[in-house]
């Protein structure tokens, strides 16, 4: 992942791939049949559509005359729709997606927090058999590289937090560990009494507790790293890039659309961007 400073605190950047891409074929058919003018393509696909339906061909068509008319000339931009990307996007943060699900043309898939945080609520119960819990708990956490924030006295700080939140619910719940810990695994606790490297050990290569509830979702912050795929419509996608891609926009969505951006196949921002207009 790359990394870069902000506000003199180390950010680790997204990674994003492009996973899939619809083509712009389908969206000049969706226009020509508006319009019924199949004849009037540069594309011979389309041209022959009617007759003789070559999908291979219609979706690795690269420019179409009237798209690019329709979306600079008439701002006609709803035939754009039928086209779509699909990305993969690694380590972006749960601050980035409050902002990106406002945009609500979209199809997107979270990293569950409740499936996927065993390893943390691990290192917690086996914190509680070290004299010096917090330090254990710290050295496994930043082990995790849970954050998008990388430097390390602001995430000891951040790390705190979450400890004493769990430790909060470990005082008040006497059945904290059977929520936290998966049943098969819970002897290891009584097996590895007082020795909490031994203990981590064992959790994590006993069956996780993959759904730990509700009731430890509260112990993360806006900082967690997220993975997600999103697909848009390349009209969304426009919207999305005018408003992310934009000095009003906060930074660590302007590095996610940037990202976005320079895996998007030029063919598309041709047709949304005005840099690429008439690339």
Known sequence: MEKT???????????????????????????????????NSENACVKRAMEHLDTDA???I?????????????????????????Y?????????LQEHARHRLQAISVRSTRYTMSSVINAFVASL????????????????????????TYLAIEIKAIYDK???QYQRDADFLKNAVAKSSLPFIEEC?????????ALQMGKKKRNVGDG?????????KVDMVVTFNIRSLKNYFDLRDSGAAWFQIQWLAQKMKEVTPVKYLKLIDKEYKNS
């Open 5 to 39: 400073t902000m506000y003199q605190i180390e950010y680790e950047k997204p990674k994003v791939t492009l996973l899939q891409e619809s083509g712009l074929g389908v969206a000049e058919i969706a226009a020509r049949t508006c319009y019924d003018s199949f004849e």
């Open 58 to 60: 219609i979706n690795s």
């Open 62 to 86: 690269d420019d179409s005359n009237l798209l690019a008319n329709l979306a600079w000339v008439h701002h006609h931009h709803s035939i754009i729709e039928h086209a779509t990307l699909s």
């Open 88 to 96: 993969l996007v690694q380590g972006t943060s749960r601050g980035v």
């Open 129 to 152: 058999e070290s004299e010096n819990g917090f330090a254990f708990f710290l050295e496994k956490v930043l082990g995790l590289h849970l954050f998008v924030v990388t430097d390390k």
């Open 166 to 168: 769990l430790m909060f």
């Open 193 to 201: 009494k007082g020795d909490s490297q031994t203990l981590y050990n």
């Open 216 to 224: 430890f979702k509260h112990i993360v912050s806006d900082n967690w």
